[in-house]
């Protein structure tokens, strides 16, 4: 009996080294004492990919989850009347509003849309609110005429733009960063949709009308933007602007 524990003990022994043997001759990654868990495959948040979301949305570039509020929102009036506009458009065009001054949430910048469009309709005797879009400095945007719709923003200028107004009086002074994030947002999503070429040229009013809009401190940001033009510089300029309808320009002519 002795004698059989003594071989069942040696022969253990020998399987324990060979064990051991084979487990040290192996890849460290093989064994189960890996530090990596293995990953289960439900029940748990999958955070690279909300990691990867994230990183895209803070990308200005491909943005396009900024807030929107549509012409119901903010209790648009029915237009006048309407008129298709031809996309996608070469130009943005970068207003400000002036008056009425910055608002930073949704009451104060809906009245402030609702009193531009009855400036525009009432006392001017436009169809609608002359802009495709109102940005708010709480980084809202608000619909206006929207994509498809010509605008009454600039004139002579208005069948190959989109006109987003920056709400507030942006001489002296820059709009927050949401607001101009917003408005470079805006602008992406308007590219990715077909709405706007994808080499637009952006511009303020100012370049193409006499006025100051879209005031001095937002146009020297506007200059910095990737696809801002120095061309038109002026008004003067629009007879030679050829991607404006030759009727336009040739009503241009003195
Ligand atoms: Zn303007």
């Given at each position: 009996?002795?004698e059989?524990c003594?071989?069942?003990?040696?022969?253990?022994?020998?399987?324990?080294?060979?064990?051991?043997?084979i487990?040290?001759?192996?890849p460290?990654?093989?064994?189960?004492?890996?530090?990596?868990?293995?990953?289960?495959?439900r029940?748990?948040?999958?955070?690279?990919?909300?990691?990867t979301?994230?990183?895209?949305?803070?990308?200005?570039?491909?943005?396009?989850?900024?807030?929107?509020?549509?012409?119901?929102?903010?209790?648009?009036?029915?237009?006048?009347?309407e008129?298709?506009?031809?996309?996608?458009?070469?130009?943005?065009?970068?207003h400000h509003?002036?008056?009425?001054?910055?608002?930073?949430?949704?009451?104060?910048?809906?009245?402030?849309?609702?009193?531009?469009q009855?400036?525009?309709?009432d006392v001017?005797?436009?169809?609608?609110?002359?802009?495709?879009?109102?940005?708010?400095?709480?980084?809202?945007?608000?619909?206006?005429?929207?994509?498809?719709?010509?605008?009454?923003?600039?004139?002579?200028?208005?069948?190959?733009s989109?006109?987003?107004?920056?709400?507030?009086?942006?001489?002296?002074?820059?709009?927050?960063?949401?607001?101009?994030?917003?408005?470079?947002?805006?602008?992406?999503?308007?590219?990715?949709?077909?709405?706007?070429?994808?080499?637009?040229?952006?511009?303020g009013?100012?370049?193409?009308?006499?006025?100051?809009?879209?005031?001095?401190?937002?146009?020297?940001v506007?200059?910095k933007?990737?696809?801002?033009?120095?061309?038109?510089?002026?008004?003067?300029?629009?007879?030679n602007?050829?991607?404006i309808?030759?009727?336009i320009?040739e009503?241009?002519?003195?």
């Amino acid at each position: 009996m002795a004698e059989l524990c003594g071989t069942l003990l040696r022969w253990s022994i020998r399987r324990y080294k060979l064990a051991r043997w084979i487990l040290g001759a192996l890849p460290a990654k093989n064994l189960c004492m890996d530090p990596h868990p293995p990953v289960p495959t439900r029940g748990i948040p999958l955070r690279l990919a909300t990691h990867t979301e994230d990183s895209l949305s803070e990308n200005e570039i491909t943005r396009s989850n900024y807030q929107f509020v549509y012409r119901s929102g903010w209790h648009a009036r029915h237009p006048k009347s309407e008129q298709t506009l031809k996309a996608p458009v070469p130009f943005v065009v970068i207003h400000h509003s002036y008056h009425p001054k910055a608002c930073y949430d949704k009451d104060d910048c809906r009245n402030a849309m609702k009193s531009m469009q009855d400036f525009h309709m009432d006392v001017r005797g436009w169809a609608d609110i002359g802009y495709n879009f109102g940005i708010g400095s709480d980084g809202v945007v608000y619909e206006g005429r929207g994509w498809n719709v010509l605008g009454a923003h600039a004139l002579h200028f208005n069948t190959v733009s989109i006109g987003i107004c920056l709400i507030g009086d942006w001489i002296e002074t820059v709009p927050p960063s949401v607001q101009l994030q917003s408005a470079k947002a805006l602008i992406a999503h308007g590219v990715k949709k077909g709405h706007i070429m994808p080499k637009y040229k952006l511009v303020g009013h100012r370049q193409v009308r006499d006025t100051e809009c879209p005031g001095e401190a937002l146009y020297k940001v506007i200059q910095k933007w990737s696809h801002y033009a120095p061309f038109p510089r002026t008004y003067r300029d629009l007879k030679n602007v050829t991607e404006i309808p030759a009727y336009i320009r040739e009503s241009l002519e003195d």
